[in-house]
C-alpha cells in the first residue's frame, strides 16, 4: 500500500516541533508526496501559535514545490462536548482540521475521563462541521465506544486517523489502532493514515501503520491518501482545491 499525503505534521510554530513550512514541503517533494497538511497545535496547546498565525496562513502557496500544501490545523478538543480551542470563523478559513485529545487541553473540571464521557465527546465532535480528522483516538486514556462511534464519525465525513508515531513512539496504542482498523474495516469506514510527523526525517513514513494494515487485510479503497484519485476525490467532497497541474 502507497501513501501519497501526509495530512497530520507540524512546524517550528509548534515550538515543540523542529522544521519550517519550506524544510517540510522540500523532504515532501523529495519524497514524492502529492500534498501535505501544516497542522500545527492549535492555540491553547503551551508553545503554540495563537489566532493570527493560522488567519495569516493564506500567505503560504497552495502549491508549493509541486507539492499541495493544505493551510490547517491540529484544533484541541477542550471539553467532552467536544469544543475545538479556535473560533468557528477561523476554522472556516482553514482547509483542513484535525481535532485531537492532548492531557493537557482537555478541561476536565466539569467531566472526568470515563468510557462513556469519551464516547459522548467522540458522538460531539461529529456534530462539528469544520472537522475533517478525528487525531489519534486511539490513546489508551481514551478509550470510547468504537463500534457505536466510528460509524457515525464515518457518517459524518469525519476521517479516522491511523497515526504512524503510535507505532514509533507510542505503542501503548497501537492495541487500539488494530482495533479501529478492524472496526473500520467491517463498518465501512474511510480512514487516513498520516505521521504526526515533528521533523523532516519523520515525514511520510508509515511503515508501522501500512504494516498493520497490510497484516489485517484493510481494503485500500478505504484508505483516503491511499492514492491520488481517492484523495483528490476526497479533496473535492469537500470543497477543497486540488494541486495545480
Partial sequence: MKIIADTHTHTIASTHAYATITEMTAEAARLGLYAIAITDHGPKMPGSPQVWYFNN??????????????????????DFEAHLDLDDNTLSSLEWV????HDITLDQSKKQ???????ELYLNAAKNPYINVIGH????????????VLPELGAAGKLIEI???????????VPNCVEIAKVCKR????????????FTTQLGRFDGSVAMLEEIG????????????????C???RNIRLREK
Avoid: Q, W
Fill in 57 to 78: 496562513l493564506g500567505a503560504v502557496p497552495s502549491t508549493f514545490m509541486g507539492v499541495r500544501v493544505l493551510k490547517g490545523i491540529e484544533a484541541n478538543i477542550t
Fill in 98 to 101: 484535525v481535532a485531537s485529545i
Fill in 113 to 119: 475521563v470515563s468510557f462513556e464521557n469519551c464516547t
Fill in 137 to 148: 483516538c486511539g490513546t489508551p486514556a481514551y478509550k470510547f465506544d468504537y463500534e457505536r
Fill in 163 to 173: 497515526n504512524d508515531s503510535a507505532f514509533k513512539n507510542n505503542k501503548s496504542s
Fill in 187 to 198: 463498518k465501512g469506514v474511510p480512514i487516513i493514515v498520516n505521521t504526526d510527523a515533528h
Fill in 218 to 233: 484493510f481494503p485500500e479503497e478505504l484508505v483516503v491518501n491511499s492514492s491520488v484519485e481517492r484523495f483528490e476525490k
Fill in 235 to 237: 479533496l473535492s467532497e
